[in-house]
């Protein structure tokens, strides 16, 4: 028989996070998310981190009971692969709003309630945007600035979706969302997945709507951007055009 008190514990929202060695973040942002005044429940994807991430995480699991879920991968897989691993974990059960969110808090836990807010009021994803409302980031070096910006102007350019923050990873999908996309087609692992996800709600002539927020740069542990995962965006954005003239959306 499930208690009360286990009953009272359950949230209809899921915050996917991807962990590879965030031994410096994992207490923190699960401490945080638990005690947001909204109800989220947290899977966390780890990599097999070998600095101790998953041990944290499952001393977190015992101080919070069934809102905490870890699921172990063995060796980096990419971000892309977590994310699915997530989506697919939440649609067997019976979370509403599945989120998107890093462990580093450039996405701030705080926005979650934003985000699922916008889906509430009707978009079947809501986006954490940069630069919807300017250009929101704190702590960027100038490069990182322009490379972000001008890839979401690219990405714009090529696929002529009305995204002003298409690279952007800190969202919410309505679970109905989700179930309309084919996760199994899903070809990229990296910053091109972000893109590809929206790429297939946008052509399922779904509604995005896109949320200010401020991103700030990780202060702890190390940056996971490398310069195959801009190529993949790159060249993947170009690919995902030209086969979207020839294919049905999925």
Known sequence: ?????HLSSMS???VI????????NISKMLDTVMNLNDHFDVLI?????PDGTAEVVR???ETFKGRIHLEERTGKLGLGTAYIHGFNWALERDYQYIFEMDCDFSHDPNDLGRLKKACE??????IGSRYVKGVNVVNWPMSRVLLSYFASVYVRFITRMPIQDSTAGFKCYKRTTLERINLDKINFV???FQIEMKFKVWRHKMSIVEVPVIFTDRTEGQSKMSGG???EAIFGVIKLKLKSWFQKSH
Do not use: F, H, R
Request: aromatic share 6%.
């Open 17 to 24: 996070i991807p962990t590879y060695n965030e031994i410096e």
């Open 12 to 14: 209809n929202a899921l």
């Open 45 to 49: 994807v780890d990599d097999g981190s």
């Open 121 to 126: 009021d009707g978009a079947d994803l809501s």
């Open 229 to 231: 995962i801009i190529k």
């Open 59 to 61: 001393d977190k699991m």
């Open 190 to 192: 990296g910053y091109a």
């Open 1 to 5: 028989m499930v208690s009360l008190l």
